[in-house]
């Protein structure tokens, strides 16, 4: 009973909770972690591939961000990340074909580690909405239980 009620109640819950609050600190926290190791893989990178090293040029810099990590606004959320786990071409291909387009989530970002800090911050919403739900209708339940209990204890003890 108890799984599902959660499982019930949990997903209206927290698309409602995703969908009208404002989760930015933790979506721009997310954001600037994944930021940082993105810009810290383009200098890398830029620096294996030409022998110097980008400096201050925030135009080369955000370039070279821009083309480690992509993502399309037109297919799902999972086929985006598939897209970018850095499997070789041919295995990443196989893969996306080989997905259904069931699940359609898709959301809207000005770039790859904002995409990802809002991903994970509904995940984290998502995740914290099923444990509240299942605490609560857990302690519901089982108040409903021990009264029953009682109850039926009574009745035995005035028999």
Known sequence: MLLICCHLVAPKISTFLVNNFDYGLLQKGISYLVERDI??????????????????????????????????????????????????????????????????????????YDYVGKYCASRIIIVITYIAVFMMASRVLLERDEKEYCSSLAGMAGN
């Open 39 to 112: 810009e810290e893989k383009a200098r890398r990178d830029y620096m294996v591939a030409t022998g110097e090293e980008v400096g201050d040029d925030e135009a080369l810099l955000t370039q070279l961000m821009d083309k480690i990590y992509t993502y399309d606004p037109n297919v799902s959320d999972e086929v985006n990340f598939i897209r970018n786990a850095g499997l070789p071409q041919v295995v990443t291909d196989v893969i996306v074909l080989n997905m259904k387009e069931v699940n359609m989530d898709k959301i809207e970002a000005d770039n790859f």
